[in-house]
C-alpha cells in the first residue's frame, strides 16, 4: 500500500513538539518568578472552585484546534499526559477563571490576583479561561498566551477543553491545544482530559502538585 510520507513526517514532528512541551515543563517551572504577568496590579477576583486532573495526549496534526481533525492512522507513540488544575468561577452557566499552577509544570504564570476579597495575598496564576458550566457540559477555552521553550523557541499558545460530567465532582472530554510557532503551519495537540473537583473553600494555599508523567519510546 502507497503511504503518505508527506504526513507522516508531519506526525513525527507532531509528536516532537509535545515531546519538547514535556521535556522544557520543569525548567520552565524553576524560571516562573522571572516572568512578566499581564497583570500590573494584583485585583480581587471572585473564584470559588478548584479543579485539578491530566490530560492524556495521544496525537498530533496540523491545523487549529477549532478545525474538524482527523487522527493519524496506524500505530501512534506514546505522548505521556500532563497535570492540569484550574481556579474557577461559574456563575450561571458562564465559566471564567485561570490555570492553577501548583496543579502544573506546562504552564507560566500570566497574570496576579487576589483569589478572593477574604485573601489579600497576590497570587500568581496562568493563562485567564473562559467558557460554559451550565448542566452537565462544561467548556473551558484559554486565551492565546507566549510561550518560551527551554531551548529558546517563542511560541503562541491556546487550548479548549470540551467535555460532560460523570458525577458530581468529576468531568472527562477532549483537550486540544494549538501551537503557533514551530513551522509554517499551526499544530494541534489531541488528548484527553480528566477532572476533578478539589475543594471550594479558601483553596489559594492548600493545592498539592502533580508532577507531570512523561513516558518514552524504548528503542
Not at 500500500?1 to 504526513?7: A, C, G, I, Q
Not at 512541551?21 to 517551572?29: D, F, N, Q, R
Not at 498530533?60 to 484550574?86: M, Q
Request: with cysteine; proline share 5%; hydrophobic share 40%.
Amino acid at each position: 500500500m502507497k503511504t503518505n510520507k508527506p504526513f507522516s513526517r508531519i506526525w513525527i514532528i507532531g509528536a516532537a513538539v509535545a515531546a519538547v512541551l514535556l521535556a522544557t515543563a520543569l525548567p520552565l517551572w524553576a524560571l516562573r518568578g522571572l516572568d512578566a504577568t499581564h497583570s500590573a496590579q494584583a485585583e480581587p477576583v471572585s473564584l470559588e472552585s478548584t479543579y485539578a486532573g491530566y490530560v492524556k495526549l495521544n496525537w498530533a496534526v496540523p491545523g487549529v484546534y477549532s478545525d474538524t481533525l482527523t487522527a493519524p492512522e496506524g500505530t501512534l507513540p506514546d505522548l505521556g499526559r500532563i497535570d492540569l488544575g484550574f481556579l474557577l468561577h461559574c456563575a450561571g452557566a458562564n465559566l471564567s477563571g485561570y490555570v492553577d499552577l501548583s496543579t502544573t509544570l506546562v504552564f507560566t504564570k500570566e497574570h496576579t490576583i487576589i483569589p478572593t476579597e477574604a485573601i489579600t495575598t497576590s497570587l500568581g496564576v496562568g493563562p485567564a479561561v473562559h467558557g460554559l458550566c451550565g448542566g452537565d457540559n462544561l467548556q473551558i477555552e484559554s486565551e492565546r498566551f507566549d510561550y518560551l521553550t527551554g531551548a529558546g523557541q517563542p511560541v503562541m499558545r491556546q487550548f479548549r477543553l470540551t467535555g460532560t460530567r460523570v458525577n458530581s465532582t468529576r468531568f472527562t472530554g477532549e483537550y486540544r491545544e494549538t501551537l503557533w510557532g514551530y513551522g509554517p503551519q499551526p499544530l494541534t495537540i489531541v488528548g484527553e482530559f480528566d477532572l476533578n473537583f478539589i475543594t471550594g473553600v479558601n483553596f489559594a494555599f492548600v493545592h498539592h502538585l502533580y508532577l507531570p508523567l512523561v513516558l518514552r519510546q524504548s528503542s
